[in-house]
């Protein structure tokens, strides 16, 4: 396959080896590995991870509950608040495969019980301290509510929380408090909803990768470490090695006279997520693309991003190397949003890999 | 159509007033509007544009320009720099339709000369100050160079500019001021190049919003104008009641405690893009949802998003008024962006428009 335009290149043996690392610590740990679709949205790429031995998924909706059904997966958790709005999808759903969804409030629990018949599997979501959703343990009331609604057609399977507030710079010790308090949170809800044979289930891809025992937790749902990128590289989650996706970006413009290069490549392929370690924002690390993928070491960074045009500051040395219609391999900030934005992927043997299409549903 | 998730909703009475609007701006200017399709993405859109008198249309990339040829538009210019990789398809192309390409440097013109034989028309792009791309009318060498390179086959028919530089909060004076600079540098290129009879592109919303006055101008190529978004309100090229896209999202947890709610509706549906006139970034503005549409009068703010999750601050009455499973609407900050994250818009009336499909390429 000929590269004539942003393309996102997917390195198939970096995911597969994160994906074995991920499980491996889940294993060691007891612990079963559900790992989040949202990052990838494909199920090509969700076929290696099946290979590998996953078996369990997490999406973020339900459009993709439905996309991953399809795929043959049959058992998703949707770790976002149930939206009653889909009520019926949901039931739909739950008829085919093992549905397990995430309860935020008691509202949400009446209105499921009410409006879905098929049998449902969910899990209490616990704001363990990112405060974006879920029930604070404080909020004794409002759990005691969810365990007196409680009833026998939908099961109440576990505890499920996202660690957010370890998106920032990360070290193991960090990481290791917050897991701890994590756990704190958790037990307090499980005892005041009095029920004991309850799934803990954690995730986030900092946590993930930078820590090894998970005791007390009973199923891992990291999504992002199957591509990881340069976010998570600066949060510590991992090493510029182990990013797995690379877009590869045709060179439109030089201006050797500031020192930057035009790519086809904007906020349309790559997201206008950015880091900003040093006060600078960089939305994209620039590196060498090669016969065989690419080579990791940084020569450049994305200084800025328009629809289309990706403006890299480069050395004069880069400058001089670089003609009109060379590619550049970029790897992206934040791959998850970086992946939403393409049409498909193209793995280094050239062949297109699908992925969930907005336009299906 | 029932909405059960993030739906763009698109009013084309807002869309089509925008439009005559600017068409009356070019007419009396006795200038052409080749508004740039890359707001929209959407050739149902575009036949409203149509039916309202526009016949040419600007896009950025050689798929879009593929995607709208096959929709019936003939005369189409791609207003980013010649991608050397992407000759064939452009060679293609041009066998259909009146194409346009933009020419960034000499070695663009001698690749364009050299690898693709199908008539081409094509634009010198002008840096009038933005520095993301374009001739500087200081480099008087490139600019002769590229004047020598003009052959048969191929015909320089005009002169380029995207005042980007207009992205911020404007007024009409300094917008003039942009423009009479520009109007210089046009002018200067002009004078190099040693052809009269070039037609003058220029084109960015704030400046068509602005500004009356286009002497020396005889083709206007603004994009976001027909949808408008919250960037373009706060720049001063619009009032909130001509933004026509709203994002409508339903509530899924209400946190009365932290005075938050939040909606499904994330970085997947809206772009990361913000805007921080404080210092305080907001990515959206929330509005009440009607029988109607929507009213365009501010309740509240979007602080902050993940993937699929919006957190809005609100009010205790704001809080008190809603429940989950309510749907808000939110005005977005970049509208092209949010826009291109869609698998299609809903119309006010429940119709389903299509658009671009990155899946098809």
Chains 1, 2 share one sequence.
């Not at 559900?34 to 997490?58: C, M, N, Q, Y």
């Not at 992002?224 to 797995?244: K, R």
């Not at 934005?341 to 907005?358: E, H, I, M, T, W």
Request: charged share 25%; hydrophobic share 40%; net charge negative.
């Amino acid at each position: 396959m000929k590269i004539t335009k942003p393309t996102l290149l997917v390195d198939e043996q970096k995911v597969r080896k994160n994906v074995r690392m991920m499980l491996e610590k889940a294993k060691s740990n007891g612990a079963e590995l559900r790992p989040h679709f949202k990052t990838h949205h494909s199920a090509d790429i969700a076929a290696w991870l099946r290979e590998e031995g996953v078996t369990k998924a997490t999406v973020s909706s339900v459009d993709m509950a439905k996309y991953f059904a399809k795929a043959g997966w049959d058992d998703i958790t949707i770790a976002f608040p149930y939206n009653p709005l889909e009520a019926e999808e949901v039931e739909q759903l739950a008829k085919q495969i093992t549905l397990n969804v995430t309860i935020v409030s008691k509202e949400a629990l009446v209105h499921l019980n009410q409006h879905v018949k098929a049998p449902i599997n969910y899990f209490i979501k616990v704001d363990v301290g990112t405060h974006r959703t879920g029930i604070l343990p404080e909020l004794t009331d409002e759990i005691g509510h969810i365990a007196q609604s409680l009833n026998s057609e939908h099961k109440l399977v576990g505890l499920l929380a996202h660690a957010g507030h370890t998106y920032q710079p990360m070290t193991k010790e960090k990481a290791e408090k917050v897991f701890s308090e994590s756990i704190k949170a958790f037990d307090e809800v499980k005892s005041i909803v009095g029920k004991e044979d309850l799934i803990i289930s954690y995730g986030d891809t900092p946590s993930c990768s930078l820590l090894d025992d998970f005791a007390g937790v009973n199923e891992l749902r990291p999504g992002n470490f199957v591509f990881y990128d340069i976010m998570q590289q600066y949060f510590n989650s991992c090493s510029l090695e182990e990013i797995a996706v690379c877009m590869a970006c045709p060179v439109v413009a030089i201006h050797a006279d500031r020192n930057e290069v035009v790519v086809f490549g904007g906020a349309v392929h790559f997201s206008k997520d950015f880091i900003a370690p040093d006060g600078n924002r960089s939305f994209g690390t620039v590196v060498q693309l090669s016969e065989t993928g690419w080579d990791s070491e940084p020569i450049a960074h994305v200084d800025r991003l328009s629809q289309e045009h990706g403006i890299i500051k480069a050395s004069d040395e880069l400058i001089k190397s670089l003609k009109i219609g060379d590619l550049v391999g970029i790897l992206p900030v934040h791959s998850c949003l970086t992946a939403d934005l393409q049409g498909y992927y193209v793995s280094l043997a050239g062949q297109r890999l699908n992925k969930f299409n907005k336009a299906d549903v």
